[in-house]
């Protein structure tokens, strides 16, 4: 048995066919991740909506005994914004899956979040928010105990030096609850943010969604089909040769952090501006004297990244 221990992670999400495969990740890679819970939240489709994907992701995985607790409907002070337009009417469009018989459990997201902070030894779970933090920065606000216990948050959000997707000036998951990532931000808990600066180079190339294909196997054909789907949008929008993988760099870390590298420095969130709301202020050049609250990642082995996913994609 290998010396690595056992992290234990709550992943908060809102799939998206790229949080499906950050989830595929995790469940096929026992060793390194034994996955808790899974809480929705409303983000890139409606709460219903996310609450289902998750449910068909993990029953994809073969695991219908994980625990999916239903989060907040809404972020703390605006109105949902929603991104059917880049994950298709269901959030998981591309591959057809039959819809899940799991059961969805009857504790809010919110509470199992807290509760579990609580009970654990301290130090021991790491949360791995994958959409808006609407449910961790209402978990944060309801009981402030558990930021000290929680080990660390990795995220997927942000962005500095590729500014924005959804607006010129902001990322799409803090762009939805900017007010609820400025709590995650200052809560004081160790935070590791994986950006647009990363994810863009995150890019699932032809041969990299052949690999996926070739498995064969129900999660690796289905994986295939959704960053497929996936794929029209950015090709469109940004030419790239091939869509951003964005959430699955936050499961990855926590199996592999070597692939990537970042800096530890201050971010602040933009929540007022009209013009810049949801911008992650990412202070890399250290201009000015506010301490640093974040490990910002800014660089990531995109071959190592893609050969990891093949290769626990491989064992579901
Ligand atoms: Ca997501």
């Given at each position: ?105 009857d504790?809010?997201?919110v ?115 959704m ?21 699955p760099c ?16 201050n ?50």
């Open positions: 048995m290998a010396a690595t221990k056992t992290q234990k992670i709550i992943i908060d999400t809102d799939p998206g066919q790229d949080d499906a495969v950050a989830i595929l990740l995790a469940l096929g890679s026992p060793q390194e991740l034994e996955v808790i819970g899974i809480t929705t939240v409303a983000g890139n489709v409606p709460l219903e909506l996310t609450t289902r994907n998750a449910r068909m992701v993990c029953e994809l995985a073969g695991r219908p005994d994980i625990a999916i607790y239903a989060g907040c409907d809404r972020p703390l002070a605006h109105t949902l914004v929603t991104a059917e337009h880049v994950h298709g009417k269901t959030g998981l469009d591309g591959p057809t899956l039959p819809e899940p018989t799991m059961p969805v459990q504790k809010h997201a509470d199992f979040i807290i509760e579990t902070l609580r009970t654990e030894p301290s130090g021991t779970v790491t949360l791995c928010p994958l959409g808006p933090l609407t449910n961790i920065a209402t978990a944060l606000q309801r009981a402030p105990d558990i930021s000290d216990r929680i080990k660390e948050i990795v995220l997927m959000g942000g962005a500095y030096f590729e500014v924005g997707n959804i607006t010129p000036a902001a990322e799409f998951n803090i762009y939805v609850d900017p007010e609820a990532a400025e709590i995650v931000f200052k809560c004081g808990a160790p935070v590791t943010v994986m950006p647009l600066d990363v994810t863009h180079k995150a890019l699932v190339t032809k041969p990299r969604n052949d690999a996926f294909r070739a498995l064969g196997t129900k999660a690796g054909v289905a994986t295939a089909q960053t497929d789907f996936f794929e029209r949008f950015d090709k469109e929008k940004y030419g790239s040769e091939g869509a951003p993988l964005h959430d936050v499961t990855a870390y926590l199996i592999k952090p070597d692939l990537f590298t970042g800096r530890n420095i971010v602040e969130i933009e929540t007022q501006s009209d013009l810049t709301r949801g911008m992650t202020v990412a202070d890399w050049w250290g201009v000015t004297d506010r301490g640093p609250n974040a490990t910002f990642m800014g660089d990531i082995d995109a071959d190592g990244f893609f050969a990891l996913i093949t290769e626990r994609l491989a064992t579901l």
